[in-house]
Every structure is written in C-alpha cells, then in structure tokens.
C-alpha cells in the first residue's frame, strides 16, 4: 500500500500515472475501504435539469480543493465502496474536462487545480469517471454565485467556503483560513524567491573558487561583535542554502545577550542595588557593548530575510522547517517584555550626577522596550517599502501589555505599546529615523525621504486597524460585542502621526487595497494587512463590491478630517489633499453619506 502510493504521488507519464489511478481505485472499492483522500459516488449530474445534483458536486469539489491535504484527492463516479462494486456510467460525457472547467468556473473562484478523466474503465469493462484534485490548490477556493435548486433543498451562497474534514463538508473556521493564507503566501514568496537564492548559489559557487569553505560556519557569539559584511554573508549563506539549525543557533545566542544578558547586571533583581554608581556603570557598559549591537544584528537578519524572501524551507522538503522571520519577531517581542521583568531599572530614576549617563532612557526599565518597537517598525516599514506584504502578520497580529502604565489594556505589538516620557516632536517615524534607522540600517531604505513615505504606509495600515478596530468603519456594535467576548482586555485604539507627513504618500498603498476589496474579503492583501481579519470581515462580507470599496473612501475620507482637525487646533491652515482618478470618487461618496463629519480622531 505504502509503495503503491509513493508511486502514485510520482508517477512517470500520464498514462502510467492513470493506469496507477486506475489499479488503486479499483483496489480500494474492492475492500470497501473509506479514505479521506477519495470520495466514492455511484452516481452523479451535473446537468442543468439535475440541479440538486451539480450543486452537490460543486461543493464537493471545492470542499476536497479546500481539504488540509498535502496529497492529491479523487472523486470516483460509478463507484459504491459499501456494496464493493462498479455501477456503469452513462452520462460520462457530462464530465468531459473542458465542460466541467466551465460549470466549476461559473461558481469557484479561483478554480481548482484538476484532471478529469471520463472514459475509464474497470478490469470487467465497467466506465467509470475520475476527478483527480492536485496536491496544490489555490486555496481558499471560494463561492462565487448565488444557486440553488427548486425547492431549495440544496443551495450556495456568494463568500461561502467549504472544505472536507474526514468524510464530511463543514464551513471552513477562521483557523482554517489562518493556514490556507500562509500556504498561499509562502507559495508566492517562494516562487520570488527562487531568482534571489540563484544569485546566492552563484556568490557560494564564487567562494569555492577562491577556496574558501561553502558550507555555514557553526554561529558563534564573537559573530554578532564583528564585521557587518561578516554578519550579512553569513545570513546569505543561510538563506541560500535554506539551513535552519545555524540560523536558530544564531538567534538564540542573540536572546543570551539581549533578554539573558541583564542577569548579569543584576536588573532582574528586587530591591535597590547595594552600590548605585557600580550598578549604572555595568547597565551602562551592557546597553552600549552588548544589547544594542546584538539588537542590531538582529534587525539586520530580518532585514536580509526580507530581502531575500525568506520565509521557509522550499515545499517538497524533507523538513517544513520554522519560520524564520517569525523567530526574529518573536525574539523582539521578548526583548519588549523584559521590561516588565527589569525591577531593579525600576527604581533607579535618572541620576544626573553620574557622567556616563547621557539620556533618561539608557537607565530607564523601558529601554528594552523602545528599542523592541524601534526595531519591529523598521521590519515592517522595510517589507512594505519591498512589497513584501506577507512578512506583516508576525509583526501586526501579537499583542502584549503596554509598558510604562500597568492599567491599560492589551494592544497590538504593533501600536507603539508604550507609555513613557519620550520628546518626539516629529512623531513616532521621525523619532525613529534620527535614533536609529538613519545610522543603523538606513541604506536598506537609500535616503530619508524613501523611508518617510514606506513609514507613512505603515502608519496607514496601522491607523485603519484602529479605525475597524474602536467601530468608527461602522457596525460598531457588533464590533464591540465581538471583542468583549473574544478579545477581552484588548485596545485597538491609536494615535497615528499620519496626520503630521503628506497623505499623498499613502496613496499607492490605498490603490493597493482598493484592489484587494475588488477581489473580494478574502484577498491575501487583506489577510496581511489587518490585525485581527473577524473584524475587517464583520464590514466587508455579505457585501458588494461597492459596499466593500466604500470603507477604504470612508477610512480617507476620515484620515483626511483628522489632518484638518490637527492643523486648524494650531491654528493654520490644512494641506490640500488629492487622492487621484482612482480614489477620489469613493472619498466624495463617502463625504456625501456622511456630510457632517466632525473630528475623526480616536
């Protein structure tokens, strides 16, 4: 059995990968056998005049498509594995391929990726007809018409998703589509990627020339303090030859420095230091030498995993390895939580008189913390400056509890979670750029003017997060009972610095967006750029396209009132804003259903 179906999975032509199909199946319906992976029907229509019929076959189809199986699956018509025998087919022409893409395509989107084979027959001469589902589908496969017969005893619905369990079709839950959107992207990722690691291959193929060793060096400690070119070729070296063991090697040394390393300072320790001028002198000494170039370097393995479209081993492999992206972030967001844990730091208020302090937050517990958030944003600002949507969700989906004011709610990672006494009076991205990015990874942006306007498409798809999030895309009701029960204890409110840069730099990302609505709510766009996707789909399923475009020109419409409100507290006057060809339409209508819009800011 084992062998039969390794060799089915790889066969070797077309007509000994049939006549395999055809030997199996035949096997199968002699033991009466019921396998997940094929769906037995003694018979079937899917003519017009048997509508109950063709209906049932779409389902089935998109069920299967849908199915959490890495393996082909087949539907046999003409076939009873109960009573272990063959019925003969007679409407077998209903099933010619190119007819059966029409019917599946009038009602799927996308369509599924099959074979039909409808003039098949047994040892004894029986003709039976066989679907043959692919092992990669493009899933969610999706309802994409309104039908149903007579009497309605069988109907589908427009944004219904199915999907086969065991032997049963049950709608497909939010973690069902959790795990299609990630194979679905990292299928794309991996197809970009493939170009990038041939020039890779092409560098590692150059260092064997020149005699120097192909393989990846074990990652040690003394790496992180080294030569930035060092550090960048060995990520590459990783990346190329897809090696998960040195790169986790590597990010668990860095969590040795940057979470494990404050032990040796005593920070994690209650009560005040017995020596205070001591005790400032090492925090000093570790922020400077050890936290924050190791914290560089890890910033920089994400960067270069973004760059190069990292994500995960190639499908196929023996391993379907860790996500490495998702290790760096996770690592971040330790980093984040350890002020929480530093209460030694927490005592220890700014002392003037000791020289090497220079700044409050160099002695501050939430050091850690904002130097967490500094590093997740320039993740994210770099992969939407790369279109490299899919590297969002493990960065906008977390959420921790705010540092610096214990009272407040859990809020998204995200959302800048912290609450101390920082001068920025550029806002967060300006802040962020002189601190940081310009001196450490600035040359992954070119200048500062490309990161201002990649960081003003972070700060949009944050801001529309929060404004889905507090009710203001509307059904606020609805959205709030959702999170009471769901999401207890969590915040979606934010105070973007959108509204102090040019909203024109947002708008190719809007565009972007609008397009994805077009497509419909399931959209992989979608998926990438919202914080909790039950909310965003609260207001955008069971609509039309139009109702679905209407929320992206109410959310302009209100980034927009939010920018005058700004100026004309000043006072002086707002910025002219033109959303383009495209945009401005929905922003007008959005205006007209709303003419009294007051301040939008929450």
């Known amino acids: 059995m084992a062998e039969d179906q390794k060799s089915l999975a790889q066969p070797a032509s077309l007509p000994s990968r049939v006549e395999q199909y055809r030997r199996e199946i035949q096997r199968l319906v002699g033991l009466g056998a019921e396998h997940p992976r094929y769906e037995m029907k003694r018979e079937c229509s899917i003519a017009n005049e048997n509508m109950k019929s063709k209906l049932g076959f779409v389902k089935l189809v998109q069920g299967l498509a849908n199915a959490h199986i890495t393996e082909e699956r087949f539907i046999v018509i003409g076939a009873d594995q109960k009573e272990r025998k063959f019925f003969p087919v007679e409407n077998a022409d209903e099933f010619d391929p190119a007819k059966l893409s029409a019917i599946l395509g009038k009602y799927l989107e996308p369509l599924p990726n099959f074979e039909a084979f409808n003039a098949l027959t047994t040892n004894d001469g029986l003709r039976f007809v066989l679907v043959v589902l692919g092992a990669s589908q493009p899933r969610p496969i999706v ?35 959790d795990v299609m959107y990630r194979g679905r992207i990292e299928a794309e990722a991996e197809s970009r990627s493939r170009a990038r690691f041939a020039v890779l291959r092409d560098e590692l193929n150059a260092r064997l020339t020149l005699g120097l060793p192909a393989g990846p060096r074990i990652p040690t400690k003394d790496m992180l303090f080294g030569k930035d070119e060092d550090f960048r ?102 980093v984040f939580e350890t002020s929480h844990r530093l209460e030694r730091l927490k005592l220890i208020q700014p002392w003037k008189d000791f020289g090497q302090i220079q700044t409050e937050e160099e002695l501050s517990h939430w050091f850690p913390a904002l130097e967490a958030l500094i590093s997740g944003r320039t993740l994210a600002i770099y992969a939407i400056k790369r279109g490299r949507y899919e590297f969002l969700p493990p960065l906008i989906k977390r959420f921790v509890r705010p540092v610096g004011d214990t009272r407040r709610k859990l809020q998204p990672f995200c959302f800048w979670p912290l609450h101390a006494p920082l001068a920025m009076p550029g806002g967060r991205t300006e802040f962020c750029w002189e601190s940081r990015v310009r001196d450490c990874w600035g040359e992954y942006f070119g200048n500062r003017e490309s990161f201002l306007e990649s960081a003003c498409q972070y700060e949009f798809v944050l801001e529309l997060n929060s404004f889905i999030g507090v009710g203001l895309g509307g059904k606020q009701a609805d959205v709030e009972k959702w999170l009471t029960e769901f999401r207890p204890g969590v915040s979606f409110a934010y105070q973007s610095d959108l509204i102090l840069h040019d909203l024109g730099a947002v708008i190719a990302i809007a565009e972007k967006l609008y397009q994805a609505l077009e497509r419909g709510p399931d959209d992989a766009l979608i998926y990438c750029l919202t914080v909790e996707k039950t909310l965003t789909d ?30 004309l507290s000043r006072p002086s006057f707002p910025p002219d804003v033109s959303w383009g060809a495209k945009l401005e339409p929905l922003v007008q209508v959005a205006r007209q259903a709303n003419p009294e819009t007051g301040s939008s800011r929450h």
């Open 538 to 567: 609260m207001l955008l399923k069971g609509g039309t396209r139009d109702d679905r475009v209407l929320l992206l020109g109410r959310y302009l419409q209100h980034l927009q009132q939010a920018q005058a409100d700004y100026y």
């Open 233 to 334: 070729l060995f990520v590459q070296e990783l990346v190329a030859g897809r090696d998960d063991s040195p790169f986790l090697m590597l990010v668990e040394n860095m969590r040795d420095i940057v979470v494990e390393g404050w032990h040796k300072s005593d920070a994690y320790t209650t009560g005040s230091p017995p020596n205070v001028s001591e005790f400032v002198a090492r925090v000093t000494d570790y922020r400077k030498n050890q936290f924050l170039p190791t914290l560089r370097r890890l910033v920089e393995a994400g960067l270069l995993l973004i760059k190069h479209d990292m994500r995960r081993p190639p499908f196929g492999s023996d391993s379907f390895g860790p996500n490495w992206f998702e290790a760096v972030v996770n690592l971040l967001v330790e």
């Open 143 to 177: 309802i994409k018409a309104d039908a149903e017969t007579n009497g309605r005893s069988v109907r589908i619905r427009k944004g219904e998703i199915w999907i086969k369990e065991n032997t049963g079709l049950r709608p497909a839950t939010r973690e069902d589509l």
